[in-house]
């Protein structure tokens, strides 16, 4: 296929940016977005926590260290399509199998170069996360723009059940073990499954609608709520699931971005919508035990509610760009969590001592 096929990219706003599609075919739904990452554009377009949106990424050369399976965040992409200002089309890196380019068009993504990323970026930073489409079959601006109306959309859609695993595995710890977790996968990145058995434990990943009682009947040490896409509200199973856990299991309990708004959910809190969410390998917060600041990898678009936070909680992390609360936890007993990725993959590792901390609360406890 020729590199050069026109592609027009219409927001719901009425927005339209044209540039040339470098992969995939056809036309898209998604809501758009931006990633502030300079590098790991393979282990975004593999996290399932980007099921049902399209990226745009706003470091201007996207794909030069091509694509290696070793970086996969899950066995296929799950964005609706990938916009960049330039795509590399000839990479360089020893560890590489094969380019972005061929990436994406062995997997039917629809990939985008030519976009004033810079521009589209600041349109939605202004006008927050929208609904948008891709074509490279239509050329009529207004007939796409409408159709971009049409779209359901993302908000009250339960994709967790979408990207969750079929059956439940289990992944042994690679050191001494110290505990096992039960972890609920919502679209959990491969990275957070190797972060917790680096961490010394042997994890029982289970489906997203496991129920408490089948939980428990692995005999963990504690539970782990994992990240995931989209709106947490339509996740009715796994809130009451979690009700259930917090009221009698009495075991340590550990949320990962969606994992953390399902457990203020499970506690009575409120969840809201970001005006464009967090996603990005640059995102400041500020830790409030140690004062320290750190930089993390982010990537959500709801947050929760400071105000509506029980008190048997305390907040004890918010973001220092616009206050958002970025983790909270029990003020009597192990169960925490936190809006960022402290996996990071890809993004710094200033939080990645919460892996250890998760394992060494579940040894304590069973002690």
Known sequence: MSPKR???????DGTVFEGHCVAGDGEVFGEMVFNTSMTGYQEILTDPSYAGQMVTMTYPHIGNYGVTPEDNESSQPH???FIMKQCCHRPSNQRATGGLIEY?????????EGIDTRQLTRHVRT????KAAVSTTETEADALIERARSWEGLEGKDLAKEVTCAD???VESQTQQRAHVVAFDFGMKRSIVRKLSEAGCRVTVVPAATTAEEALAHEPDGIFLSNGPGDPRPLDYAIETTKKLIATANLPMF???????ILGLAFGAEIYKLKFGHRGANQPIKEHASQ?????SENHGWGVRSESLPPMLEITRNNLNDGCVEGFQHRDRPIFS???HPEASPGPHDSDHLFGYFAELMQRHTA
């Open 292 to 296: 320290r600041i750190l930089i993390t």
């Open 168 to 170: 439940t595995y289990v």
């Open 127 to 130: 006008e927050g996360a929208m």
């Open 338 to 340: 936190i809006q960022c």
């Open 255 to 261: 949320g990962i971005c969606l994992g953390h708004e």
């Open 79 to 81: 964005v609706r399509a």
């Open 6 to 12: 026109p592609a027009l990219v219409a927001l719901a």
């Open 104 to 112: 994406l068009e062995e997997h039917g993504v629809i990939g985008v």
